[in-house]
């Protein structure tokens, strides 16, 4: 009865184009086995419920609300928010888990739906199988009674809460970051961030030019926050001699940088930047995926502390950290998380760090990646292999006879004396293998790849 195979089913949730695979009824199924799930794992009724600002996300969200409702959750409305926004609010409400309507950096044809587990980070590999394993076959979960169905409230508080936990972090300088008197652009894609950026930023003393504030989900701009789709931005803050320029995706977990001269930044640079402060403040290890720039590597080292790389996916880097006591960590793509708020990626907290940097040292955002360095990264997609993988990882193990290998997600060989890894790792959602090299020149990281393509068997 349900045809999933135009859906995107993987540890990250469940995506889909509208009305061409997702359609109310899918969303409906999971959203009553995701409540079914939680409810049954934590004995607790209450589930969170966020949604980013696409047009499809109402209709969604009154699928997913009454599918709760159906097997006795209690929802908890937050509306439009940002998804870091949802993952506090669960934990604020204690609450059983939280789902959020988004499709994060896809293209506005997109929605998905994010699944958090109780403790406000995302439900892991074996969590989300053990939920799909509910819809196995055409099963569906069971419904409750007349008696038993759950209910509904909205809750307006989430995004000052929200606000008010970016305030109280122990090593905020909130007066310095006002004194300095920031200009700032912004860049919210017409996503949810406009519903928290200007307030903080206000907060902080800065006055901010805003573009694609309103959170209607009509993304004028390709949503991804790389340079490419940043042109208007980098127009905006030459226009207004902004200090900085910030844009966001959808959901506002991840934050790209554009500096004072209206160039964007490399969106490895945000998790650079913001680690380069909390370590200005705090000495403790810091955790990253294994695809992420070693700009990492140098951050760690220049600060004296360990750094610990995880499996790909926000999850694998939040658990990661809990089990290391990082006090910093996240990914490449600009996601950053800072345990003392919570564990998950998230935009605005990426934002204030990165505003306190530029106060604390008096330097322009351009002087601040200047010295951190630079390398070339070189990414590549392949046809997945018919052959095992793993036969394949031991031949370019051998072969290529590295000096760092991590066979945790997929395979990554490192040679830390030369400053260049790569990385391979079958997609979770297509029948590909991505590559992904990093190097001093784009020569090297070039190179690398083609090694690794050539000894992929057919
Ligand atoms: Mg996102």
Same mark, same amino acid.
């Given at each position: ?9 993987? /540890? ?9 695979? $997702? ?23 209450? &589930? ?6 696409? /047009? ?29 926004? &949802?993952?506090?609010? &669960?934990?604020?409400? +204690? ?5 959020? /309507? ?7 044809? @997109? ?14 590999? #074996? ?8 819809? +196995?076959? *055409? ?6 009674? @007349? #008696? ?18 970016? =305030? ?17 652009? $912004? *860049? ?14 206000? *907060? ?7 573009? %694609? ?10 949503? +991804?926050?790389? #340079? ?8 905006l803050v030459r226009e207004k001699g902004a200090d900085i320029g910030l844009a966001t995706d959808p959901d506002s977990d991840?934050? &790209? ?27 403790? !290890?810091?955790?990253?995926? =294994? ?9 760690? +080292?220049?600060?004296?502390? !360990? ?8 999850? %694998? ?30 935009? !605005? ?26 390398y070339a990264i070189v990414k590549e997609k392949v046809d997945r292999p018919q052959g095992s993988l793993d036969e394949a990882?031991? =031949? =370019? ?14 395979l990554r060989l490192e040679w830390p004396e030369e400053k260049r890894w790569v990385h391979l790792r079958p997609s979770g ?27 992929? !068997?057919?």
């Open positions: 009865m349900f045809d999933t195979s135009r859906l995107m089913i993987s /540890v990250s949730g469940l995506r889909g184009r509208v009305g061409d695979g $997702l359609t109310p009824e899918v969303v409906s199924r999971y959203a009553a086995a995701f409540g079914a799930y939680v409810r049954n794992e934590t004995g607790k009724l209450t &589930v969170v419920l966020g949604r980013d600002s696409r /047009v499809s996300g109402p209709m969604f969200a009154r699928a997913a609300t009454a599918a709760l409702e159906s097997v006795g959750c209690e929802v908890v409305d937050v509306g439009i928010a940002p998804t870091p926004t &949802v993952q506090l609010a &669960v934990e604020d409400a +204690e609450a059983a888990g939280g789902l959020v /309507v988004t499709a994060s950096h896809n293209p506005v044809e @997109w929605n998905a739906l994010k699944f958090i587990g109780p403790t406000g980070t995302f439900l892991d590999a #074996k969590e989300t199988a053990a939920m799909h394993a509910l819809l +196995e076959g *055409d099963r569906d979960v069971a419904r409750v009674q @007349w #008696k038993e169905i759950g209910s509904y409230r909205q809750d307006e508080g989430a995004i000052d809460r929200h606000l008010e936990r970016i =305030l109280r972090i122990p090593f905020l300088d909130r007066e310095g970051i006002r004194r300095a008197g920031f200009t700032v652009a $912004l *860049d919210c894609v017409r996503g949810a961030g406009g519903t928290i950026f200007p307030q903080l930023l206000e *907060d902080l003393g800065c006055t901010v030019h805003g573009i %694609n504030m309103e959170p209607d989900g009509l993304f004028p701009r390709a949503p +991804e926050p790389v #340079k490419a789709n940043l042109a208007e931005l980098e127009a991840r934050l &790209v940088l554009v500096d004072e001269k209206g160039e964007a930044v490399g969106e490895d640079y945000t998790l650079a930047l913001a680690a380069t402060l909390v370590l200005r403040h705090r000495q403790g !290890p810091v955790v990253t995926n =294994l695809s992420t720039s070693r700009l990492m590597d140098d951050v760690a +080292e220049r600060a004296g502390v !360990p750094l610990m790389r995880s499996a790909v996916g926000e999850i %694998n880097v939040a658990r990661r950290m809990q089990a290391e006591n990082a006090i910093v960590g996240g990914e490449g793509n600009g996601g950053v998380i800072l345990p003392d708020v919570h564990l998950g990626r998230d935009a !605005p907290v990426g934002a204030v760090l990165v505003l306190q940097l530029m106060a604390e040292t008096r330097l322009p955002i351009s002087r601040l990646v200047e010295s951190l360095g630079s990882y031991a =031949l =370019l193990e051998s072969e290529l006879d590295a000096p760092g290998v991590d066979r945790q997600d997929g959602t297509e029948p590909i293998v991505r590559i992904i090299a990093e190097a001093a020149t784009r020569e090297e990281a070039k190179s690398l790849v083609e090694r690794i393509r050539a000894a992929l !068997p057919a």
